[in-house]
Every structure is written in structure tokens, then in C-alpha cells.
């Protein structure tokens, strides 16, 4: 089974602070994402990869950057964390080829005092 | 550009009851089509998947029919269970290797 492990299931900032989130996948998977998850607002995709040091912005990019320096890790950037930005982060990664299925690890629920 | 609708939440049921969750898509191409579960506190398991008109996607007693005529994938099971409780999100993928995502829906069912 496809594991996506995300570093922290609850972490706890403040306002100001840079925040990094990590992101691990174990099948060699070419595609990841990020998304945060808000009440009544869905899934929004903040930033995609599908390859090394690749990244492409999403619905939501603004506050936000990501890293790929090797193919199983993908790393969400808070440059400067604001209250706006609590909320639950969901990890994905999927298979380039064909109409895959995404693969999500159990989410990082981040409060910014 | 593609987009997924589906019903609106919350959906509370008694166990035992019968389920529908609609979804209907927009899409450029042939997309595949996904039933995603979130249980409370996780992330987003795939539940099942179609992946061309007419396949039917099937488990843990939830079906789904990829309908190309009426652009349509609702999820459907025969008698649910407290623990189908949860958040069910209706999703497209195309070659390009994301997913639109409907907004879920939030399942209860009560004993």
C-alpha cells in the first residue's frame, strides 16, 4: 500500500513565524500536492509537483511556497504565517501516467496564534 | 475547465437505510472518476474508482456507475452502517494528472 506520511498531525505557530510542513511518499510516485481543507470550502489545491524540483501553483498560492529536492518529499513553506492560514493540510501524491488516483497522508491541522 | 457537483450536506440516516450521494462532472477528454472517504481526523482514502463509461466501481458495499450520457457517478449502498459515518467527496482526474474535487458531503447515520 501507497504510505504519505505528513510530519505532524498538529502543530501550533504564531503569527510572523516561518512554517515548514513535510511531506513523505514511499511508491515512487511522480506527482505530489498540497491542499488545505476548510469548513464549507472543499479541498483547494495550493501547489502541485510532478517531478524534481518542479512545482506549479495552484488555486491558492498566495502566502505559499513548496520545495522538491528529491522525489519522495514535498515541502509546504509559510513564509510568514497570519491567522488566515489556520486550517487543515492534506498531502497527496499520485502516478504521473494516465487518470490516477491521489494518495493522501492524515493531514497537518496548523493553528497561527 | 472540469468541475465536480455534488449533493449537498449534511445527509443523516437511520442504520440500515438506503444511500444516494449524487454527483454529476464537467470535464474536457475521458476522465476517470473517484469516490473518496474522510473519517473523522484523516485524510482522504479512495473508496472506489471508474474508469471509462459504463465501468462500475465497487466497495464495502458502495457502488457507483460512470453514466458518460448524463455526466453522473452517484454513490449508492443498500443498507448503511453507523461506521459509514463520514465525509464523501465526489473527484475527476484527466491526463494531466490532477483531481477536481466536489465539496464532500457529510454522512450521518444513526442507530
Redesign the interface.
Do not use: K, W
Given at each position: 500500500d501507497v504510505k504519505?506520511t505528513q510530519s505532524s498531525r498538529y502543530l501550533v505557530k504564531r503569527t510572523g513565524e516561518k512554517v515548514f510542513l513535510e511531506c513523505v511518499q514511499d511508491m515512487d510516485h511522480?506527482?505530489m500536492?498540497w491542499y488545505r481543507q476548510d469548513p464549507?470550502?472543499?479541498?483547494r489545491?495550493i501547489y502541485?509537483s510532478?517531478d524534481v524540483k518542479m512545482k506549479e501553483k495552484g488555486d491558492i498560492p498566495e502566502g505559499y511556497s513548496v520545495s522538491r529536492e528529491k522525489k519522495e518529499r514535498f515541502s509546504l513553506i509559510l513564509e510568514s504565517a497570519s491567522t488566515n492560514q489556520t486550517s487543515m493540510y492534506?498531502c497527496?501524491s499520485?502516478l504521473?501516467a494516465?487518470?490516477?488516483?491521489?494518495?493522501?497522508?492524515?493531514?497537518t491541522r496548523l493553528s497561527i496564534l | 475547465g472540469n468541475s465536480v457537483t455534488q449533493m449537498e450536506g449534511p445527509v443523516t440516516l437511520s442504520e440500515e437505510a438506503f444511500l444516494t450521494i449524487n454527483c454529476t462532472y464537467t470535464a474536457t477528454g475521458y476522465p476517470s472518476l473517484f469516490w473518496y472517504v474522510q473519517y473523522p481526523g484523516e485524510g482522504l482514502q479512495l473508496l472506489l474508482k471508474a474508469t471509462k463509461a459504463d465501468d462500475k466501481g465497487s466497495n464495502k458495499g458502495f457502488e457507483a456507475t460512470y453514466r458518460k450520457e448524463t455526466t453522473s457517478f452517484h454513490l449508492e449502498k443498500g443498507s448503511v452502517q453507523v461506521s459509514d459515518s463520514a465525509v464523501y467527496f465526489c473527484a475527476l482526474s484527466t491526463n494531466a494528472g490532477k483531481s477536481t474535487f466536489g465539496d464532500g458531503t457529510t454522512l450521518t447515520v444513526k442507530p
Open positions: 504519505v511522480e506527482n500536492f464549507g470550502l472543499g479541498l489545491l502541485f510532478y492534506l497527496a499520485s504521473l494516465g487518470n490516477q488516483p491521489q494518495h493522501f497522508g492524515d493531514g | -
